[in-house]
């Protein structure tokens, strides 16, 4: 059969569907389901690391392999500065704009690097919103539980009661500089449904959010003339020798020179890890997304938190093959789309938690009521058509024109035919530890954004990424820019550095790759 004959199933079973009563999971179910199905649970795909702060601790082996990798900075590197900072923020995505923004208000001098383009990022691509508790029968208290819910209650609560009370101001930030969020007849904020939340509480600009706010925070770092290091992609950090961070060495990606930047503090905003394709999972990240600052704050010193858990989100597509892995955002199931299986049957309650609803695809998919397609790929069917069934000619337009256009581009109307998609890596819910300043234990070394670790337990909420970003960048800018008044420039050396390799080689780890890897390999030139 080919996939047409598929999707006549969808079409044909629509009517029935909206009356079908959805299985229901207790505590235990969703519990078992998990453990039996999600990616963070295949025993195989995990190792030990053999050294530094986290040693013996389990990760993924991409990560692992990364972590313990060799640094290209050679030993007798010169570390003459090429340009001074009081504030470096390595990453042009969310955390790194509003890091940079918040440390230029303080008056700070700011750097802002970035391995390929300003705002380049996860960030620009977001679809679906950001969580803010700003409805009137909504509150932060009841955005906190939610996420200590959806994080199976392993977030760090300092951490998240920081951002849940800090949205609102935040979202006012947003709305001053210039964003345009949806907005309802009356002209007040409009707030949508995401996966695992209790109230509605998603702010939108359709489905380009992230495009949208990015749009803005650009063009404010560069109406604010912050000092942009771009196609730089951060290598090593330097430190003073005493263990607290003073600088960052980095690629020039045209010429491949080393560049120094000596700076009081650094903040590390560099965002995810999708492209490592852990487990051969495809990814919804962008080409940068290699966990470049989880190496470089390791190799410092720096300890990770809750390396094990990843965020699998259940809307990957499937097909055609040139968007496999991109996200079909979480909103349309928010806006009603069902999940079919090749049966015409639904399996999950759409807007379970996504950790929940992955494992169902997969679990479907592994029992033989996945789809097929000519490729070989599998996945489940996401009932597109049926949001213009149930509220009229035009709704997919209205709330989801990008999507509309990234399938049109290939010949598929998502406003006939439903779309085929299976989970794909998109977040990592773990990362560096930081304090609610973003500091971490190495002084002066900041994280913010995907990069840091703890706030969102072992599965994160819809939305409350583009949230972190915000409410983090903002408190490592400020914290960092009222260090760097109060100090001199510490020395450059690459001390932590030598040690990192002494390790390695008392650890017998050799064969190493060169870590961080800055993009993935099918994106290089053959030379
Ligand atoms: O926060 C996210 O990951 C998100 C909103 C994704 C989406 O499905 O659009």
């Not at 928010?334 to 999940?339: D, F, N, V």
Request: hydrophobic content about 35%; overall charge neutral; glycine content about 10%.
């Amino acid at each position: 059969m080919d996939l047409r004959a598929f999707q006549d199933i969808v079409h044909k079973t629509r009517d029935l569907r909206r009356t079908q009563t959805l299985p229901k999971f207790s505590p235990a179910d969703r519990d078992t389901l998990i453990r039996k199905y999600h990616p963070d649970y295949r025993e195989r795909a995990y190792r030990p690391i053999q050294f530094g702060p986290n040693a013996g601790d389990r990760t993924v082996r991409e990560l692992a392999c990364l972590l313990e990798g060799e640094s290209p900075v050679p030993a007798d590197l010169p570390l003459t500065p090429d340009q001074t900072a009081d504030v470096l923020v390595v990453g042009g995505g969310g955390a790194g704009c509003a890091a940079a923004l918040h440390a230029h208000g303080k008056g700070a001098k700011v750097i802002l690097a970035t391995k390929l383009r300003l705002a380049d990022s996860n960030s620009v691509m977001a679809q679906g919103g950001m969580q803010v508790a700003i409805a009137p029968d909504d509150s932060p208290v009841q955005h906190f539980l939610d996420t200590l819910k959806g994080g199976h209650l392993k977030n760090d609560h300092q951490l998240l009661k920081v951002m849940v009370e800090e949205g609102p101001t935040i979202a006012k930030w947003l709305v001053d500089l210039g964003v345009l969020f949806d907005r309802d007849a009356d002209g007040n904020l409009q707030v949508k449904k995401g996966g695992g939340s209790s109230k509605p509480r998603l702010l939108t600009c359709s489905d380009y959010t992230g495009l949208e706010i990015m749009r803005v925070l650009k063009d404010e770092v560069l109406n604010q003339k912050i000092p942009l290091l771009e196609f730089s992609a951060a290598v090593e950090l330097l430190s003073d020798g005493q263990g607290a961070c003073t600088g960052a060495v980095f690629q020039d990606l045209d010429n491949k020179r080393f560049v120094l930047v000596a700076a009081k503090a650094v903040i590390l905003a560099t965002g995810g890890i999708g492209r490592l394709h852990i487990q051969g999972f495809p990814t919804s990240n962008h080409y940068g997304a290699t966990g470049d600052g989880l190496a470089l704050a390791y190799r410092m010193g720096a300890p990770l938190v809750q390396i094990d858990t990843f965020q699998y989100h259940p809307s990957g597509a499937v097909y055609p093959e040139q968007l496999v892995g991109q996200l079909v955002t979480e909103g349309i199931r928010s806006e009603g789309g069902h999940l079919v299986n090749v049966k015409g049957e639904r399996f999950v309650n759409e807007l379970d938690t996504r950790d929940v609803v992955s494992s169902s695809i997969i679990l479907e998919c592994e029992e033989g009521r996945g789809v097929r397609t000519a490729s070989g790929r599998e996945g489940v069917w996401l009932d597109t058509p049926l949001i213009e069934v149930e509220q009229g000619e035009g709704a997919l337009e209205k709330h989801f024109p990008a999507m509309v256009r990234q399938y049109e581009r290939y010949g598929v109307n998502i406003r006939k035919d439903p779309v085929l998609i299976y989970p794909t890596l998109h977040y990592q819910n773990g990362g560096v530890k930081i304090d609610v300043n973003g500091e971490t234990p190495v002084k002066n070394l900041f994280v913010a954004g995907e990069t840091s670790g703890g706030l969102h337990g072992r599965n994160r909420l819809m939305g409350n990424s583009l949230l972190d970003l915000m409410v983090f960048g903002k408190r490592a800018g400020l914290t960092a820019a009222d260090r760097a008044k109060s100090m001199q420039q510490g020395t450059l050396t690459l001390a932590h550095l030598d040690q990192f390799r002494a390790e390695a080689r008392k650890h017998g780890v050799s064969n190493q790759i060169t870590s961080p890897m800055i993009l993935p390999a099918y994106t290089r030139t053959p030379t």
